[in-house]
């Protein structure tokens, strides 16, 4: 008998800046975890990524990843589901979301440039929900900054404590190994040209232990051996409690490259990684032990196969074991979906899901019934997931219509897509003209490709008086009709029709916000 939910499951998520390593990585967890036979099938290059992907010809253009995935691999009994983000710095409120859906997540920082602006902005995001962090600090193959430096500077920019879990023996050049501090293990480069890890790793009684003479040079002990002691000595020791609430980060030192420090990574991640916990809702959590399915879509992906207008919901499964053909509830509307086609995936390839556990993704393809924010049920209960937010927008354009006819598809165009929620739109209080508000400049690009290729309506952007947005609220709802008599032309609904104050510039909104105490400017805004 197999147990009704098994907590066996690491759902996570990698966050970095572009260029840090994350596919390379990615890549070798997969393979490392038996998903990939052959490292390299992730981030396949030419003409066969070109392929697959050509029904986004963003991403041919830039070559970047637009859209975000799900992989599943399997270790030591425990299944690792990798929620992809993309690292490009134009990203979309899906990276965002897609935190929303994960237990906890690795941190990638290129040993030569420590924390940049994209790793900064995505660990923002895990911070606002308590996301418990690991740390790998990648590429000591070549010449990096000092470990030290490095862990100071995440202390410092993140406002973290951080752990040293293993160390570096020299980098680049010096490079001889890594030194699990943990455990006492040295792991060093295989002898032969390719220079990978080969495979297993000396135990020794600690760093005094005289073994390690003959595995290092003079140079290199005597340098791991003071910096080490340095660093078990200077940075607090591990404490899982405190990792678990987002307050620490143990840090591993690798190269995914060259396959160093991966598996010491997988083993972090299923030794300290929190399995699926209770799930924040409204008016209740919900506990990943209970034995009806529960579960919430974070992202909506449009038109994966350009021949069919699928659109395929990811949902996170919270609780209960989901089997294929289950029927759940969608709250809110009343529907009852049956989920015939559920999809696992498994690296690159779909596969049908015949069943999944807490922590799983599944992906429902459906024509539009399912919105990002939705809580699916398997009971008749009234509970909603919480903590799924729409970002305020940081770029607010206007739509203009190159064909005035086309007034109607524009309309749903848009509602579409903000129902994906790869964008927003607002409908100004004053003036006909629809406002999209994005997050990055890579998101209008893909839109007005979209809208010609799916929509056939051909639109431009064009500029706006504002530049940023924030939801209001008051407990007075006198205020709100005050604030808004004040300020119509820089008032707009969302397509919920909850009320939005467009500002010139952050000057004018922290004015503004100064002079109405009584009103909340949020940059956020949760589906109720
Ligand atoms: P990303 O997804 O975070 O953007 O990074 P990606 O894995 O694509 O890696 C960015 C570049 O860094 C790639 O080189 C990759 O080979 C290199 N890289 C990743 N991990 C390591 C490492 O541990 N050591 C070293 N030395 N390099 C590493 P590229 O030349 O830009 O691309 P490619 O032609 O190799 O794909």
């Not at 134009?90 to 690795?106: G, H, I, K």
């Not at 498994?346 to 393809?365: K, T, V, Y």
């Not at 770029?395 to 190159?402: A, F, G, T």
Request: hydrophobic share 40%; with cysteine.
């Amino acid at each position: 008998m197999s147990k009704p939910n098994r907590p066996d499951r690491r759902t996570f998520a990698i966050i970095s800046h572009p260029d840090a390593g994350k596919t390379t990585l990615t890549e070798k967890l997969l393979y490392f975890g038996g998903a990939i036979h052959l490292a390299g099938e992730v981030k396949a290059r030419g003409q066969n990524r070109r392929a697959r992907s050509d029904w986004m010809k963003i991403e041919q253009q830039r070559g970047i990843s637009v859209t975000s995935s799900v992989m599943t691999f399997e270790r030591d009994g425990i299944t690792f589901n990798l929620l992809d983000t993309p690292g490009h710095e134009d990203f979309s409120e899906d990276t965002y979301r897609t935190l929303t859906a994960v237990d906890s997540a690795v941190m990638v920082i290129d040993a030569a440039k420590g924390i940049e602006p994209q790793t900064r902005k995505l660990f923002e995001v895990c911070r606002l929900r308590s996301v418990p962090i690991i740390t790998f600090v990648n590429k000591v193959d070549r010449e990096g900054r000092p470990p030290f430096e490095l862990l100071d500077e995440v202390a410092d920019a993140l406002a973290l404590d951080v752990c040293p879990m293993s160390w570096p023996v020299g980098m680049g050049g010096q490079f001889e190994g890594i030194y699990d501090l943990a455990k006492d293990r040295l792991h060093r480069p295989a002898a032969d040209a390719t220079g990978a890890y080969e495979g297993d790793a000396a135990s020794v009684a600690g760093l005094g232990d005289s073994q390690l003479e003959d595995m290092l040079s003079a140079e290199g002990l005597a340098l791991l051996r003071e910096e080490a002691e340095l660093a078990q000595v200077g940075y607090a020791p591990f404490d899982e409690t405190a990792y678990l609430n987002g307050d620490l980060t143990p840090v591993y030192f690798g190269s995914a490259l060259k396959d160093f420090g991966v598996e010491q990574l997988i083993d972090a991640l299923a030794d300290f990684a929190p399995s699926p916990r209770p799930q924040p809702g409204d008016p209740r959590d919900v506990d990943p032990s209970e034995p009806q399915v529960a579960g919430f879509v974070f992202k909506v992906q449009a038109n994966m196969n350009p021949q069919h207008r699928d659109r395929v919901a990811f949902m996170r499964l919270c609780s209960g074991k989901f089997r294929r053909g289950m029927k759940l509830n969608q709250v809110g509307t009343g529907k009852a979906i049956a989920v015939h086609s559920p999809i696992l995936f498994f690296a690159q390839n779909r596969e049908l899901a015949e069943e999944a556990f807490p922590g799983d993704i599944i992906g429902i393809p459906n024509h539009g019934t399912l919105r990002v924010g939705d809580t699916l049920l398997e009971s008749a209960e009234t509970i909603r997931f919480t903590g799924i937010p729409n970002f305020a927008p940081e770029i607010l354009r206007r739509v203009k219509l190159n064909d005035p006819t086309k007034t109607k598809q524009l309309r749903t165009a848009l509602n579409d897509m903000a129902e994906e929620g790869v964008m927003q739109v607002f409908v100004p209080q004053i003036g006909s003209q629809m406002v999209v508000g994005v997050v990055g400049q890579l998101q209008l690009d893909v839109l007005i490709s979209r809208l010609q290729a799916e929509y056939k309506v051909d639109a431009m952007f064009e500029p706006s008086p504002w530049d940023t947005a924030r939801w209001i609220a008051s407990d007075d709802p006198k205020a709100i009709t005050e604030f808004e008599g004040l300020h119509r032309s820089a008032m707009a609904a969302d397509r919920d029709g909850a009320p939005v104050f467009m500002a010139k510039d952050a000057w004018e909104l922290n004015y503004i916000a100064g002079r109405f105490p009584n009103i909340r400017f949020s940059a956020t805004k949760e589906r109720h």
